[in-house]
């Protein structure tokens, strides 16, 4: 099973980003996905997780109302969309799969991780 992420990059504060994460190697359309967040010298921590069928979604405090996960399971593909970015929303994001139906806020209940993709906010 392999997780790419895609679509991080250098942008400035208040601009939107785009992240994806495509599933190879097996579709885990039946997996709990969510995504993640390691700032430099910080800990790796939960942003969003979406149900396998995702219709339910769970965010942490610090990106609600501005972040949006999404899946499309045709496409083996997750989805993090991030609006109204600021400085302390860079990081290293990472997408990952977990074995079970309803959302997961914890690192220790995933199963498959990506290799992370950078996202930087500066003006």
């Known amino acids: 099973v392999l997780l790419v992420e895609s679509g991080g990059g250098l942008v400035q504060p208040g601009d939107s980003l785009r992240l994806s994460c495509a599933t190879s190697?097996?579709?885990?359309?039946?997996?709990?996905k969510g995504w993640f967040r390691q700032a430099p010298g910080g800990e790796r921590e939960f942003v969003a997780g979406?149900?396998?069928?995702?219709?339910?979604?769970f965010y942490a405090e610090a990106v609600k109302g501005r972040f949006t996960i999404s899946r499309d399971n045709a496409k083996n593909t997750l989805y993090l969309q991030m609006n109204k970015l600021k400085p302390e929303d860079t990081a290293v994001y990472y997408c990952?799969?977990?074995?079970?139906?309803?959302?997961?806020?914890?690192?220790?209940?995933?199963?498959?991780w990506g290799q992370g993709t950078q996202v930087t906010v500066s003006s």
């Open positions: 190697g097996r579709t885990l359309s039946d997996y709990a």
């Open positions: 990952a799969a977990a074995n079970r139906a309803g959302w997961v806020n914890r690192a220790d209940d995933y199963d498959y």
């Open positions: 979406i149900s396998w069928t995702g219709s339910s979604t």
